[in-house]
């Protein structure tokens, strides 16, 4: 396809999500769930492996578009010589099928309209046989899967295409619905689309009008939020990382990977973020979908899930899909999800700690899966392991993999002792985690370098190092955090943006070439704020604000040299990094002064009365 990343903007329903163009073409659309197989996959191959377009015919034509304020609604606004119309697209709370709605609306004037449907299941691969039910019904069906369209506009089939020219004048409104249901089901309920765009703007207004003020930030915050909300699987409380996959880190390169999954490294940001901001409905349901997921054998866990904690994610490649720009292979599927990746002990606990300090109703669970967690932990925190970037080349002895075990034995140490059980086993964490903490200080840190080192006897800086004060392993102000900081700026930033690492100098198992990490990027904010540097803090801020498409979402990465967005889009990452960092800016104790001290605003102290503490830098 020819449009950019930044070009699409996200609708969804809380258990999938779609991506429409700025020329208004749906071509990512995944049903019934987010990891489900696309019905539109025009975003990673051809026009052909599925879309929708609603276009007006004139082609020399001015677009605009916009969310309604406070809703995930898309409004796509087309001027021509002869008229203006707007493009509504929306998918309604679900009740319970997935129905995506199309509102043509007329300005002024007349805007002839062409609307062209091309439905491919299978991840663009399969034809459907489609039959129609009555003068504005049509059915496509192939195997267990069914979509349904309704409209008043004459459709007609033409090269496995369905085809159909409108006229729109002002005041007039010209719908479409698209259903998705069992092949199975005989029966359609026709949704009502006024109705459906009613309730939908209420659903998304009932929950971002909940959003505190953060300053100058707050509606990026605000968008960030929905956008986070649009992303969660509403069934189960799961995040995916992002609404696609084999979006490229690099155009042409080959790290392109599949984000449709929950990963635990996510956890302790996302409830900071959610609880920081008054959230706690949402925050607790993540938290219990993480308790669900790691239930178990802890030598089984898992760095990531499916949306319902499902554990099987083989990965596989697409060969009919060309890829993003050429960008290939697609890959369906993360292998990624049986590495060994300590780090992930550490964010589970962490997560769990912050969740309780919020103000969180404690789990069952809880105690029973510290316990046999850290009991497993003790016997393999020695042993090296793939990282946080998930690396396929050789197992390491990471850093940060290092801290993050730290982080579980020092959580659990920090939890109040009722009983003389309970306190032998914090003496026991504690005693483990000041053994990490004096390894991780004997060899993964380097004198000639004055900083902490990508993994133990390297020379190589990472961005994950700038963890390390944010989880509290130093003090931001210790001379080793500083000096860490400054080889981060000296070495990985690259036009004022930072990467994860040099994969021209590491070897990751893939060849070099990937964008600057938005993630990273936003942790170097969180550091210069606890260190103090507040106005290179705000700068750095208000330069990663600005990377924003025009309806405000991000992706995973960024070619500053291009101007592209790279990666998967939109990022949850990326949208929780951006709440943190604002809130730590604006501020006294933000995110990552809470998280590095072991403390977080309670529930009982809603983040909507803010105390005199706060204050504006």
């Keep these: 396809m020819d449009c950019r990343i930044e070009d699409y903007a996200l609708i969804g329903d809380c258990e999938t999500a779609a991506l429409v163009s700025r020329n208004g073409s749906i071509d990512w659309l995944c049903l019934p769930r987010f990891d489900a197989p696309a019905c539109f996959a025009a975003l990673l191959g051809e026009e052909e492996n599925g879309s929708w377009s609603i276009h007006p015919d004139d082609p020399d034509v001015r677009v605009s578009r916009r969310y309604r304020d406070g809703t995930l609604i898309l409004e796509t606004r087309f001027e021509t010589a002869t008229g203006a119309a707007t493009l509504i697209d929306f998918m309604a709370v679900r009740e319970p099928l997935a129905d995506l709605v199309r509102i043509v609306v007329g300005e002024w004037g007349v805007v002839n309209f062409t609307t062209q449907l091309i439905i491919r299941f299978d991840y663009g691969r399969t034809v459907p046989w489609v039959t129609r039910a009555d003068e504005q019904t049509l059915s496509a069906i192939a195997g267990p899967d069914q979509?349904?369209?309704?409209?008043?506009?004459?459709?007609?089939?033409?090269?496995?295409?369905?085809?159909?020219?409108?006229?729109?004048?002002?005041?007039?409104r010209t719908p479409f619905a698209m259903t998705y249901q069992s092949s199975l089901a005989t029966h359609y309920q026709a949704v009502d689309p006024e109705a459906a765009l009613a309730h939908t703007e209420e659903f998304w207004r009932a929950f971002s009008d909940r959003c505190p003020d953060v300053g100058s930030y707050t509606e990026q915050v605000k968008r960030s939020l929905i956008t986070l909300k649009a992303l969660t699987y509403g069934p189960t409380g799961g995040m995916v990382a992002a609404a696609t996959t084999s979006l490229p880190e690099w155009i042409g390169g080959p790290r392109n990977w599949d984000y449709r999954y929950c990963w635990l490294r996510d956890a302790t940001f996302t409830l900071q973020a959610f609880?920081?901001?008054?959230?706690?409905?949402?925050?607790?349901?993540?938290?219990?979908?993480?308790?669900?997921?790691?239930?178990?054998?802890?030598?089984?866990?898992?760095?990531?899930?499916?949306?319902?904690?499902?554990?099987?994610?083989?990965?596989?490649?697409a060969p009919w899909l060309s890829g993003y720009r050429g960008s290939q292979p697609v890959r369906i599927g993360n292998a990624a999800a049986a590495q060994l990746q300590l780090d992930v002990f550490g964010e589970v606990s962490d997560a769990l700690m912050q969740a309780a300090k919020g103000g969180l109703p404690p789990h069952e669970r809880t105690g029973a899966l510290r316990e046999v967690g850290l009991e497993?932990?003790?016997?393999?925190?020695?042993?090296?392991?793939?990282?946080?970037?998930?690396?396929?080349?050789?197992?390491?002895?990471?850093?940060?993999s290092k801290v993050m075990a730290w982080v579980a034995f020092d959580r659990a140490a920090s939890i109040e002792a009722k009983t003389d059980a309970d306190r032998a086993s914090v003496r026991r964490w504690r005693a483990v985690a000041d053994k990490i903490h004096?390894?991780?200080?004997?060899?993964?840190?380097?004198?000639?370098?004055?900083?902490?080192?990508?993994?133990?006897?390297?020379?190589?800086?990472?961005?994950?190092?700038?963890?390390?004060?944010?989880?509290?392993?130093?003090?931001?102000?210790?001379?080793?955090?500083?000096?860490?900081?400054?080889?981060?700026?000296?070495?990985?930033?690259?036009?004022?943006?930072?990467?994860?690492?040099?994969?021209?100098?590491?070897?990751?198992?893939?060849?070099?070439?990937?964008?600057?990490?938005?993630?990273?990027?936003?942790?170097?904010?969180?550091?210069?704020?606890?260190?103090?540097?507040?106005?290179?803090?705000?700068?750095?801020?208000?330069?990663?604000?600005?990377?924003?498409?025009?309806?405000?979402?991000?992706?995973?990465?960024?070619?500053?040299?291009?101007?592209?967005?790279?990666?998967?889009?939109?990022?949850?990452?990326?949208?929780?990094?951006?709440?943190?960092?604002?809130?730590?800016?604006?501020?006294?104790?933000?995110?990552?002064?809470?998280?590095?001290?072991?403390?977080?605003?309670?529930?009982?102290?809603?983040?909507?009365?803010?105390s005199e503490a706060e204050r504006s830098i």
Aim: net charge negative; hydrophobic share 40%.
């Design 147 to 172: 979509i349904v369209i309704h409209t008043p506009v004459a459709l007609k089939g033409e090269d496995h295409r369905t085809v159909g020219h409108f006229t729109v004048r002002a005041g007039e």
């Design 275 to 317: 609880m920081q901001l008054g959230y706690f409905e949402e925050a607790k349901a993540w938290r219990d979908w993480l308790l669900r997921a790691v239930a178990g054998d802890p030598s089984q866990l898992q760095i990531m899930y499916g949306v319902g904690g499902e554990r099987q994610l083989p990965e596989w490649e």
């Design 376 to 400: 497993y932990l003790e016997s393999i925190w020695r042993e090296p392991d793939s990282g946080i970037w998930e690396v396929r080349g050789e197992k390491r002895h990471f850093v940060h």
């Design 438 to 610: 004096r390894e991780v200080c004997a060899y993964g840190f380097s004198v000639e370098q004055n900083s902490f080192v990508q993994s133990y006897g390297s020379t190589q800086i990472d961005a994950s190092l700038l963890q390390l004060a944010l989880v509290g392993f130093l003090p931001a102000e210790d001379s080793r955090i500083l000096g860490t900081i400054e080889a981060v700026e000296s070495e990985l930033m690259w036009e004022g943006l930072v990467k994860r690492y040099r994969t021209s100098v590491v070897d990751d198992g893939l060849p070099p070439g990937e964008g600057v990490f938005l993630a990273c990027s936003f942790w170097l904010v969180d550091n210069l704020a606890l260190i103090g540097r507040w106005d290179d803090a705000r700068a750095l801020l208000d330069r990663l604000s600005a990377l924003s498409n025009d309806v405000g979402l991000f992706a995973e990465e960024y070619d500053p040299i291009a101007g592209d967005m790279l990666g998967n889009f939109p990022q949850a990452f990326s949208h929780v990094g951006l709440i943190n960092s604002a809130l730590n800016l604006h501020r006294r104790r933000g995110p990552a002064r809470a998280r590095a001290s072991h403390d977080i605003v309670p529930q009982e102290a809603r983040v909507v009365a803010e």
